[in-house]
């Protein structure tokens, strides 16, 4: 039996047929979220954008508009802006459309992989996808930016990366791992250069509503924020919510489990000799994609939408041995099906407690550590693609 037994369907690996699932899927999300009244996180997104527009204090508590407390940098609501201005609910589909419609956009821009294989990577990231923009999250746009990063780097677009690496960080702390692409390309100085330049755009861009002193002002209070550091939430979806779960680690323990990690990526830089080859730069993509949701300590189910990305991409490149046919439709199951519903919510509530998503992405970031630590030159050469799991040759 083949993994994937999809002769008969052949039209759903066509391009088109990949936005057209993915923009019906995403619409019945996002009418059921409306219709449901669930959208406290655009609702906090765009009253902060008018709160910004109004020089008042974005992070101040405003009960009477959204719950919860407005976390992201003072640069977040300048950026949302061409969504965040429009009428609310326009700006809802529009925002959510924009983040899930990128993602087979820039998939589909991938050299040296068939159509049919993006299109198996596509499907196999939906419903992560479609989980994580139920709730307006911001991920799937992160996720977004780490791939356009990397695909301007392989086109040596080194301005355009600079710019999507540098937003992804003034949206979320922690894309700032995906700058670590840079030291796989040539002319890195002039790189950093770029980015550090990113970075101050960005990072003024508030200035075209508040003064400098404002702008200050607002990125104290954000610096205050991102200083009072929750420490391991619980149930968080990460491998220190697994260390915690089961070994009951304390808060200070994560930066311990945090640090192991970031040593155990450092490992990745140490056959310089291969960064020439496609393949080990994709398979250090799909590292980045799945680590920032390992190894960040509030992970959250939405988080992973990022780290499937990485899985999708790797998968593809893998011979159809007896070990992954069995392997994959587990991982499915454990790592997406039964953490939404309609499974059970007993079973979702388990899931939770010990992190048990988590666990699935972890054996696969560790299997393609090991396979870019030890497999032989020829493994990451374009012509090793030939010997590959070429999944849509058999359709």
Not at 21 to 27: D, M, R
Not at 215 to 239: A, C, H, R, T
Not at 276 to 293: D, G, M, P, Q, T
Request: hydrophobic share 50%; glycine share 4%; with cysteine.
């Amino acid at each position: 039996m083949q993994l994937f037994s999809i002769k008969k369907i052949t039209f759903l690996l066509q391009q088109k047929t990949v936005y057209t699932i993915y923009f019906i899927t995403l619409a019945a999300i996002n009418l059921a979220t409306v219709f449901a009244g669930k959208m406290n996180t655009w609702n906090i997104y765009r009253s902060v954008f008018w709160h910004f527009v109004k020089h008042d204090d974005i992070y101040k508590a405003y009960p009477a508009e959204f719950g919860d407390q407005y976390q992201y940098s003072p640069s977040f609501p300048a950026l949302l802006a061409p969504f965040a201005c429009l009428p609310n609910y326009i700006g809802y589909f529009l925002w959510n459309n924009a983040s899930m419609l990128l993602i087979p956009f820039l998939i589909f821009k991938f050299r040296h992989f068939s159509i049919k294989q993006k299109a198996i990577i596509c499907y196999f990231s939906l419903l992560e996808m479609l989980v994580c923009l139920q709730g307006t999250q911001t991920n799937v746009m992160i996720a977004n930016l780490i791939l356009l990063s990397f695909l301007c780097f392989e086109n040596k677009q080194q301005w355009l990366a600079a710019f999507a690496l540098a937003a992804g960080i003034y949206i979320k702390i922690y894309p700032v791992v995906a700058v670590s692409l840079f030291l796989l390309y040539p002319n890195k100085i002039n790189f950093l250069s770029k980015f550090f330049v990113a970075m101050v755009v960005l990072g003024a861009l508030p200035l075209i509503i508040y003064s400098p002193a404002e702008l200050g002002i607002m990125y104290s209070k954000w610096f205050v924020i991102m200083k009072e550091d929750p420490g391991v939430i619980p149930g968080s979806i990460s491998l220190t919510g697994v260390m915690q779960a089961y070994f009951n680690i304390s808060d200070s323990s994560k930066l311990i489990v945090q640090f192991i990690g970031v040593a155990i990526f450092c490992l990745m830089y140490i056959r310089t000799n291969l960064f020439k080859e496609y393949y080990y730069r994709i398979y250090f993509l799909c590292s980045i994609l799945i680590w920032v949701a390992l190894f960040n300590h509030v992970s959250e189910i939405t988080t992973y939408c990022i780290a499937i990305c990485g899985v999708g991409l790797w998968l593809v490149h893998q011979k159809q041995t007896k070990a992954i046919k069995i392997f994959i439709p587990l991982f499915v199951l454990i790592a997406t099906v039964l953490s939404v519903d309609p499974t059970p919510r007993f079973v979702i509530k388990y899931i939770y407690e010990h992190s048990l998503k988590t666990v699935p992405f972890a054996i696969i970031w560790f299997c393609i550590l090991y396979q870019m630590l030890t497999k032989k030159q020829e493994f990451f050469k374009l012509t090793s693609q030939q010997n590959s799991l070429q999944i849509t040759n058999r359709f």
